[in-house]
Structure formats: C-alpha cells, structure tokens
C-alpha cells in the first residue's frame, strides 16, 4: 500500500488540473498563435508561468486505485499489475482466469 499522504497529493492535483484546463489551454493556444503580437504572445507566456505548476497535465501520476502504487501501472485496468494478480486469483475481475496445475 502506497502512502496516505502521496495518494492524496496526486488526488489534489488532478483537481488542480482540472480547474484550471480551460484557462491553460486559452493561453497555450495565444502562444501558439503565430499570427498574434509578439507582445501579447509574451504575456500570455508570462500568465502561464505564473499559475501553479500542479495544474499541468503531467504533473499527475498514474496509480492503481486499489493499492496506490505509482509502479507497473495498466491504463486500461486503472491498476497495477500486482492487485490485478491478486483480484484475478481471487476471480474479482471479469474475464480473467489464473489457472494453476
């Protein structure tokens, strides 16, 4: 089991990201704008800068949602390959046999 304290960082910044998507991706497409002013293409770099580094994407880590673990993750499954042994022995995930002779 992963640490309280790493699990609900990452739960914090996913909310991070979410609030501010919208106002990132307005400013991110000022940017990229290569008919826009150079001044205004600079400040809309400089308010980019200045809103919290957490609301970027890839500040989020992938981690399993039953262990927290950041390691070996599938994104299909949304865990990690460990818990998918266990709930698969155990016949907790739909489809899936672990047979043993």
């Known amino acids: 089991m992963a640490k309280v304290s ?7 910044r996913r909310r991070t ?4 998507a ?3 991706a307005a ?3 000022i940017i990229k ?3 826009a002013p150079i001044e ?6 400089l308010k980019l800068a200045e809103m919290p580094r957490d609301g ?7 981690r399993c949602e039953v262990s927290g673990r950041p390691r070996a993750y599938y994104r299909k499954l949304k865990m990690s390959r460990i818990a998918l042994r ?7 995930v739909p489809g899936v046999v672990k047979s043993s002779w």
């Open 6 to 12: 790493a699990v609900e960082k990452n739960k914090r």
């Open 17 to 20: 990201v979410a609030a501010h």
């Open 22 to 24: 919208d106002k990132r």
């Open 27 to 29: 400013l991110k497409a």
């Open 33 to 35: 704008n290569q008919e």
């Open 40 to 45: 205004e293409r600079f400040k809309a770099t």
């Open 56 to 62: 970027s994407k890839t500040r989020v880590r992938n």
């Open 86 to 92: 266990e709930l698969g022995s155990l016949g907790r």
